[in-house]
């Protein structure tokens, strides 16, 4: 008997691990968040099949929380969706962690890590189907925010992520010398 296969490391943990973090936090945090009526939500589980059966569009287990359908950040910037039922389902953790800012069609068929297809989901065709027929409900509203705003406020926003990544990326140089520090100080215990 081998224990060895037994053992697993937590993940080392970087601080620049956490920039795709940073990024969407400067999304979500200048999106509206438009409340639903009760009339939509039930529409939308209506359209989505799960009017009875309330649970995680993706893959059926229990759903959690509402997840963003299409994503709202796209090569680090905002695709100009917002938080609206429309472009909301909801979902388990598992999903909504695995698909991240992913297209949804694609990462549902995909092998990326707890993907709908990773965990072998019996009914994926017809999941597809009706989140097809939910993108074409009440069609999402896709702004353009940069249009909207004035210019030096825009850049600024921009910059400030910038200056937090860039800030995040020197301190993780810092971080990794010290670690290395560190382990030679307990080689020497
Ligand atoms: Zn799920």
Redesign the pocket.
Known sequence: MNYLHLFKMPKPVKITGRSSSITNSFVNSIIPVIQPTEGQVKEALTILGILDNYQ??????T?TEWDHLRPLVLNKKPTGYISEVQNLVP??G???QSKGNKNWGAWMVSDAPLS?KKRNIPDIKERIEKLKKYETWGTAIQMDFQEILEKEDWEQHWKNCERIQETMRNAQILAAKINVEIADAYKKL
């Open positions: 995680c569009v993706y893959c059926g287990d759903a979902a388990c598992k999903c909504n709908p």
